[in-house]
């Protein structure tokens, strides 16, 4: 302690500005220095410590004025005990000291556990007050540790649900704060030089912690149920409560270890190097509680796996396959003469998620009936359910396809749709897959080598992936449309395997283009319909892309133009027909 003394002595003589006249008025506290009056307010003076014959008056400023009580003899007591008055705070011995455990409190545990937990609330709040109702000891340290940890279990179990059980595993999860914790405050005592001050510390950041909480869990429970449109509202709250809580959490530490204002700044970097910097950096996230295994249904997924591994590794499919592709290609109608039309190629690519063979046959149905490409439309996919009924998707089945597309388009008036849905990855690379099979890689300049293999000029090329804005440098160019899920160096969003759609193939094809025949109008709805549902739910923007060549552009305004007259034709024909089937009716 006389070496934290002497450190202190020294720091404040080096501030000390000489001599100075101090009055203690009844409003404010009056310095007269080299002829200048400065009213220090009493809410300005932090904290008053006396060490030997000099009394300290901190200020809020990390000022400290050195008072000579040699200088106020022979009513030194009278006039500490009114300085004490006016300013609200008492005069300490040496380092200002941490709350003394009461020993009252081990017969009281959990009378002052709710106080504690009473504190809690208003230390979140910032209230000035609340250090009052800290009830400090080692006994209510533990007592607030397991309050804490037993929270953090029931809180675990309401969300993953009563269907659960428990897992010891995410014990170290739970726990990985506490060791963290206490090396916060002692860390934040052994800054103000007394180690004393790290048992109210702890005790104050607990506190704290546990209201947070109680918090965070009771919001993650509620925001769903106040719908979509609340969604993207309770990310930025939930971020801001995030920093609130850290705020709030420097703050108790300071009051609760009575750290004079000099001494604050070690609160604040124990906080945000010891306890925060290391929770947002561990990433595992183990529950207390997990889904109940259920080995009836754990025995039925294995059996559908099995049948899955089966129905793709049956010597049947070796001789299926060249067939299927074979009538489908001969299937394919070579364009008409005059009349500018689109021939559509989809592809799916994962076999292991359903929604890209949902994906691809609802788009094949939306272009052969919405788009006149009956007889000009053609799927290639990789999904244990259809390898006994569709062709694979493989950069083989790819090569043909297009080759015998390039042979019945007619050049110059037709557009060749090519929709890509699957994974993609960093390097842009379309994932082709069907286990146990390995297929050559797709990228985006194997594509654009087959295109202009194929002898095909027009192109419009959709590719739904992750990372699929990759894809957009090697096969723009001016004949060419293309239009991609996200950028070059971001996810998107929607494939699960329950889903009907992706995020991206929704808005595009489920809403956008059945409201248009426009290719552009459609991609701009799409992106924005995306956007607002990737924040909505949560997730990063995966900005999707599109590059429209020049000399394409004409070419599907002529298709759109086709369609809106058949479109408008077909409505005719429906209102002259109505009335006579009414009458008919009657």
């Known amino acids: 302690m006389q070496r934290a003394q ?24 009056v310095v007269v220095h080299a002829g200048a009056t400065t009213r220090l307010q009493w809410p300005s003076v932090a904290a008053l410590e006396r060490i030997g014959d000099l009394l300290l008056i901190h200020l809020n400023t990390c000022d400290v004025l050195t008072v000579p009580l040699a200088c106020v003899e022979p009513d030194a007591d009278a006039w500490l005990a009114r300085l004490e008055t006016l300013s609200g705070h008492h005069v300490t011995i040496g380092a200002v000291p941490p709350p003394e455990p009461d020993a ?18 208003g230390l979140l709040l910032v209230r000035a007050k609340a250090t009052a109702r800290l009830k400090v000891s080692p006994a209510q340290l533990v007592w607030l540790l397991l309050f804490d940890l037993l929270l953090i279990a029931f809180g675990n179990w309401l969300l993953v649900g009563t269907d659960s059980e428990f897992n010891r595993y995410g014990m170290a999860s739970a726990m990985f704060w506490v060791p963290l914790l206490l090396l916060t405050a002692w860390a934040s005592a052994r800054a103000a030089d007394d180690d004393r001050k790290m048992l109210p510390g702890a005790v104050a950041l607990v506190a704290v912690g546990i209201v947070g909480t109680c918090i965070q869990y009771a919001a993650i429970l509620g925001f769903p149920l106040l719908g979509e449109g609340f969604a993207m509202a309770s990310a930025y709250l939930y971020w801001g409560f995030v920093a ?44 207390l509680w997990i889904p109940h295994y259920d080995e009836t249904a754990a025995a039925a997924e294995s059996d559908a796996a099995q049948a899955r591994y089966a129905a793709v590794t049956h010597e049947a499919i070796l001789y299926t396959q060249p067939a299927l592709l074979d009538d489908a290609l001969a299937a394919i109608a070579p364009g008409r003469l005059g009349v500018p039309e689109l021939f559509v190629l989809s592809v799916g690519g994962h076999a292991n ?6 994906e691809v046959r609802a788009v094949d149905t939306l272009f052969r009936e919405r788009f006149d490409a009956e007889g000009r439309s053609l799927v290639l996919v990789n999904n244990p359910a259809t390898v006994n009924t569709l062709p694979i998707a493989s950069v083989t089945a790819l090569a043909r396809s297009l080759k015998v597309f390039g042979q019945r388009m007619n050049a110059d008036e037709d557009v060749l749709v090519v929709f890509l849905t699957s994974h993609g990855s960093e390097e842009h690379r379309f994932d082709l897959s069907l286990w146990p099979y390995r297929f050559d890689e797709l990228t985006p300049e194997v594509l654009r080598h087959q295109l202009d293999a194929a002898g095909i000029r027009y192109r419009a090329l959709i590719v739904s992936a992750c990372y699929s804005g990759g894809f957009v440098p090697a096969l723009a160019d001016p004949n060419t449309l293309v239009m991609t899920a996200s950028r070059a160096d971001r996810n998107s969003h929607g494939c ?25 109008t459609a991609f701009t709805q799409a992106s924005a319909a995306v956007a607002v549902r990737e924040a909505a739910e949560g997730y990063d923007p995966s900005e999707p892309q599109i590059a429209l060549g020049e000399a394409v552009a004409p070419v599907l305004t002529a298709i759109e133009r086709r369609l809106q007259v058949n479109a408008m034709g077909q409505g005719q024909m429906a209102e002259t027909v109505l009335p006579a089937s009414r009458v008919a009716a009657r």
Not at 104 to 121: E, H, I, K, M, Y
Not at 261 to 284: H, S, T, Y
């Open 6 to 29: 002497g450190k202190v002595l020294r720091r404040v003589s080096a501030q000390q500005p000489g001599e100075f006249q101090l009055t203690l008025a009844d409003e404010a506290l």
């Open 104 to 121: 009252a409190d081990q017969a009281r545990p959990w009378r002052d556990l709710f106080s504690n937990l009473a504190a809690g609330v």
């Open 244 to 287: 609130w809580l850290v705020i709030a959490s420097i703050v108790a530490l300071a009051r609760a270890q009575q750290l004079l204002p000099e001494q604050r700044m070690g609160a604040v970097l124990a906080v945000l190097g010891l306890l925060i910097a290391p929770q947002w950096l561990f990433k595992d996230n183990s529950s």
């Open 353 to 358: 998620q359903d929604v890209f063979l949902r």
């Open 496 to 520: 699960s395997h329950s889903a009907d759609w992706t995020f991206f193939g929704r808005a595009l094809f489920n809403e956008a283009l059945r409201d248009t025949y426009a290719f552009d």
